[in-house]
């Protein structure tokens, strides 16, 4: 793969031994090798098998990650910063913690490839994982896009509850967020309307909430279906899209609606607000759906 940094960038691969059940943070320069680190903004670091880097008692950056499998970058309650148009093939995992109510944050300072398939078998990890209490944010200090491509049916690339705040486009994979989880996608607070979403065979496996705002669906000729699947399983899931932004809210594909609520907080009739294109909603007995106002 061909990376093109400056010639003062450098690569650094992370050797901390574990300590207390982790491996060390990023900021401490012992746990680089083969130089004495941190990386810095334009800096390329390899996360190996078995090891976990704890961007923990800083903000940090670098320029481009590669995450062995069975290695993890663990964001807790502070960020990190990709600075420059790079592809990570990540085998390993993007874990998110949240402490003194502050949440871990992948902030996305350059156009954005994520491919690999995640280390995950059978039991739901995912390439970022924000699970039970913690929360995840994915933001982006640009118009950027983040790309996920490496999983063509239905592993799991998010899982648990997260902020997303970049314009994403998934390649199969699923978000799986289980009972008491939430996952917002632009919403609430998003600060950029052109925020976007695309997938192609994507799913959301919903047992908490999921909510969709302020958000951009492409609907172009040849595009894939920006659903597969609104998924809505267990108790009292809740599915809400709210808040489309003028004209550029067309969905597709088809919504299935097993258990729970779907909340659509628009208006399906008159233009430039929310429209269904070639898609379906099928609302199974015990189901709710409830829209703005419905065209007859």
Partial sequence: MVFAASASAESYRFTAAAERGDTGTWANPGNWSPKSGPPSGGDAVTIPDGKTCLVANADQSAARFTIENGGTLKLVAR??????????????????????????????????????????????????????????????????????????????????????????????????????????????????????????????????????????????????????????????????????????ADMRGIFWIISGTLNVNADLCTPDTLSFLNGTINVADGATASFARSCR
């Fill in 79 to 248: 960020s990190l910063t990709i600075t420059g148009d790079s592809a990570i093939e990540s085998t390993g995992e993007f874990l998110f913690e949240t402490s003194g109510g502050d949440d871990g944050e992948l902030v996305i300072g350059a156009n954005l490839t994520i491919g690999g398939i995640p280390n995950h078998s059978g039991d739901p990890s995912g390439a970022f994982r924000a699970h039970g209490s913690n929360n995840g944010v994915i933001s982006s200090n640009g118009s950027y896009t983040l790309t996920l491509d490496g999983l063509k049916n239905h592993g799991v690339y998010f899982y648990g509850s997260f902020d997303v705040r970049v314009s994403l486009v998934m390649i199969g994979g699923q978000f799986v967020v289980d009972l008491g989880e939430v996952v917002n996608l632009g919403y609430p607070g998003a600060r950029d309307p052109s925020i976007s979403f695309v997938s192609d065979r994507a799913q959301f496996n919903i047992l908490g909430a999921l909510h969709i705002g302020n958000v951009t669906f492409p609907a172009t000729k040849g595009q894939p279906a920006d659903f597969n699947t609104l998924f809505g399983g267990g108790p009292s899931p809740v599915i809400e899209i709210t808040d489309a932004c003028s004209g550029c």
